[in-house]
């Protein structure tokens, strides 16, 4: 799998899945989560809302991921994932690292060729960026190399500092 660095708009991508730091309740949030269903538009939401009547009464778990419609978005599906809050998620560094696995599984599910993701938990959920970045990167590395057959996988960053960072360390 090749792993690409791009600083810029996730909900802009052409990917085959773009992955969505959601909240747990899937009904949408700020930063990374708003901008998706914002984008994304109604079609989201209503399929979110689906799963929530459906197979994920009490929302989605931490480290868990689950697709839908990508909406209005260039991408054809959206896959969410809730990241961990920093310092608060038992065994949160693993339940990172379970959000890029289990988005890279289901795509593989989808058939997914190409795949976008943001830094998960680096915003809101206060985990430590060059953290993140490690975690991001260390377990696409692995997955790449052994379990999945997705081919590109793109680290969506949302600033200049953060693509530098990343860049000195993949």
């Known amino acids: 799998m090749r792993i690409g660095l791009l600083r810029g708009d996730i909900t802009r991508l052409s990917a085959d899945?773009?992955?969505?730091a959601a909240k747990s309740s899937l009904l949408g949030g700020g930063g990374v989560d708003g901008a998706i269903h914002r984008a994304g538009g109604?079609?989201?939401?209503?399929?979110?809302?689906?799963?929530?009547?459906?197979?994920?009464?009490?929302?989605?778990?931490?480290?868990?991921?689950v697709a839908t419609t990508a909406g209005d978005l260039p991408a054809r599906w959206v896959i969410h994932t809730v990241g961990p809050v920093h310092g608060r998620?038992?065994?949160?560094a693993a339940r990172l690292a379970d959000c890029y696995r289990n988005s890279l599984a289901v795509?593989?599910?989808?058939?997914?060729?190409?795949?976008?993701?943001?830094l998960i938990s680096?915003?809101?959920?206060?985990?430590?960026?060059?953290?993140?970045?490690?975690?991001?990167?260390?377990t696409l590395r692995d997955a790449g190399a052994t379990v999945t057959s997705v081919e590109d996988a793109t680290l969506v960053l949302f600033d200049e500092p953060t693509l530098r960072l990343a860049e000195s360390l993949l």
Do not use: K, M, Q
């Open 17 to 20: 899945a773009v992955v969505n």
């Open 42 to 65: 109604p079609a989201i939401l209503a399929a979110c809302r689906e799963l929530r009547a459906g197979p994920l009464p009490e929302g989605l778990p931490t480290g868990h991921a």
């Open 122 to 138: 680096a915003g809101a959920y206060g985990w430590p960026v060059e953290d993140a970045i490690r975690t991001a990167l260390g």
């Open 89 to 92: 998620t038992p065994g949160g």
């Open 107 to 118: 795509a593989d599910e989808l058939g997914a060729r190409s795949i976008a993701f943001p």
